[in-house]
């Protein structure tokens, strides 16, 4: 398979870390109060913002399969992100290893051939919980600037799901793509019976296109590890079509990684 394939597939589904300003004067937005109940029993599914909170870093190791031009490529995996802002993904696959680093706004990768990349920062708006959602769950509950709006019971898949609108404020000295609308919102989805979080959906833009696509993340699996519940199914979507998915075998929390290691 091209490396160029890899480049641009990786490029599309790769994508975030919420990129606040703290500083900024904002109106006390609209926290819709059936969201965060829902978000509350979510978190509270996954362990409960208490747990969370002693959480400093994640490591987890296990297998990812790519889905490119009708073809599978397996190879081993390994993710680690710290705090909020911060994460990487290295995959060893058979033509090499590809890594994909966000820490705040900034990201890159590098792939097979040992050729590194920046990443615009607008498909950076949620990677850096990527494989670790009860993470960004817990940070959408404690920013009280972050709107929320409760859509309803929709369809999803075969079943049905709370979907919930999220609008984080994003840094003004940040411009959006052109032609962006609502930009760096994203929706999640969650299981109106285990209140556990099935799917969070976002737009990302290509470059040099101002045309959106529809990103998604589907969370799958859910297992104990430590003080809190993850998933260890995690599937990467653009525009309906599946790109990868991973299967987690193993998961630890606080091993003191270093800022270092995130830095593209």
């Known amino acids: 398979m091209r490396v160029t394939r890899f480049v641009l597939s990786f490029f599309l589904i790769l994508g975030s870390s919420p990129l606040l300003n703290s500083q900024q004067s904002v109106v006390t937005p609209q926290r819709d109060p059936q969201a965060l109940v829902i978000l509350q029993r979510c978190s509270a599914a996954g362990g409960g913002a208490q747990a969370f909170g002693t959480i400093q870093d994640f490591l987890a190791s296990g297998i990812i399969t790519y889905h490119l031009a009708g073809q599978d490529v397996v190879g081993s995996v390994t993710v680690q992100g710290k705090g909020l802002t911060e994460f990487r993904l290295d995959s060893v696959l ?48 404690n920013k009280s600037a972050i709107k929320l709006q409760y859509v309803g019971l929709v369809s999803f898949e075969t079943a049905q799901a709370y979907q919930i609108h999220v609008a984080p404020p994003v840094d003004p000295t940040l411009d959006p793509p052109s032609g962006a ?23 990302i833009w290509p470059v040099n296109n101002s045309q959106s696509l529809r990103h998604a993340i589907r969370y799958s699996n859910y297992q104990s590890a430590g003080p809190v519940v993850v998933p260890y199914g995690i599937s990467d979507f653009v525009n309906g079509q599946e790109i990868w998915t991973i299967s987690l075998s193993s998961i630890s929390f606080n091993n003191g990684s270093s800022d270092s290691i995130f830095k593209p």
Do not use: C
Request: hydrophobic share 35%; charged share 15%.
């Open 94 to 141: 058979p033509q090499g290893t590809r890594s994909f680093k966000v820490m705040g706004a900034a990201g890159s990768i590098t792939t097979e051939d040992g050729k590194t990349r920046a990443l615009s920062y607008y498909n950076l708006m949620t990677a850096a919980n990527l494989t670790f959602p009860g993470a960004r769950v817990a940070g959408v509950l």
């Open 181 to 203: 609308t609502q930009f760096g919102s994203f929706d999640l989805y969650v299981d109106p019976t285990t209140y556990q979080l099935l799917e969070l959906s976002e737009s």
